[in-house]
């Protein structure tokens, strides 16, 4: 179950090694997210998250957009803490999505992941 972002692409070139080492990939993920996408190379289980992409993607901006700002410390450091907890709350909703998700907990179980 990856986090998205710098997390995910490091994992990405991991799971294509498994895959060509004849590996069943899985990949449990939000619908909503910065990189992780579908690939031939692993099996994708999404569940839905109550946030659009266009959401998740402005907060990431405001994150990234704060970190480069020039400006006073404290109005600058503002800026990212704003923007880091917006990330924040994403990842932590989308958690809560996914322990939510019966179904998608019941294939888990079933398939030993």
């Not at 289980?45 to 992409?53: A, F, I, L």
């Not at 020039?70 to 989308?94: H, N, P, Q």
Request: charged share 25%.
């Amino acid at each position: 179950v990856p986090a998205d972002g710098s997390h995910w692409l490091s994992m990405r070139e991991m799971l294509e090694i498994l895959r060509q080492k004849g590996h069943e990939v899985v990949v449990v993920a939000p619908e909503v997210s910065l990189h992780i996408k579908p690939s031939k190379n692993f099996v994708m289980k999404m569940y839905s998250v109550p946030y659009t992409q266009e959401e998740m993607e402005k907060a990431f901006q405001a994150f990234f957009h704060g970190s480069f700002e020039d400006g006073w410390i404290f109005e600058r450091f503002f800026k990212i803490y704003k923007g880091m907890k917006a990330l924040t709350d994403c990842w932590v909703t989308s958690c809560e999505q996914l322990l939510q998700n019966k179904e998608l907990i019941r294939y888990l179980e079933e398939s030993k992941f």
